[in-house]
């Protein structure tokens, strides 16, 4: 079992940037990791995910680095929109078969980000 905790949300301009982190209680190299967002009266969509073996998935404006001498996951988020306003979560879950399943297991609390002039 592995606990989760973010950081780093806040409350920026458009055209600005954040970095938000996850710090695990426990080594998550072996880990699928993602960050997720929801956005009120919104489904929850995923924005960032690293495999075991390192290999992501990004939508543009989100940069997803892993830092296994740290046990921390951050999401570096570049001009910012209004529309990027949501509960940006950490999330892992353990491979299955050798791949990252769909629905994972270990959560954190969340970060908000907010977007506005």
């Known amino acids: 079992q592995v606990q989760l905790v973010e950081s780093g949300g806040g409350s920026v301009q458009p055209g600005g940037s954040l970095r938000l982190s996850c710090v695990a209680s426990?080594?998550?190299?072996?880990?699928?990791m993602a960050w997720f967002r929801q956005a009120p009266g919104k489904e929850r969509e995923v924005v960032a995910t690293?495999?075991?073996y390192g290999a992501t998935t990004m939508k543009g404006r989100f940069f997803l680095s892993r830092d296994n001498t740290k046990d921390t996951l951050s999401l570096q988020i570049n001009s910012l929109k209004p529309e990027d306003t949501a509960m940006y979560y950490c999330?892992?879950?353990?491979?299955?078969?050798?791949?990252?399943?769909?629905?994972?297991?270990?959560w954190g609390q969340g970060t908000q980000v907010t977007v506005s002039s």
């Open positions: 690293i495999t075991q």
């Open positions: 999330a892992a879950a353990d491979p299955r078969r050798g791949t990252c399943p769909k629905e994972y297991t270990y």
């Open positions: 426990k080594n998550t190299e072996d880990y699928c």
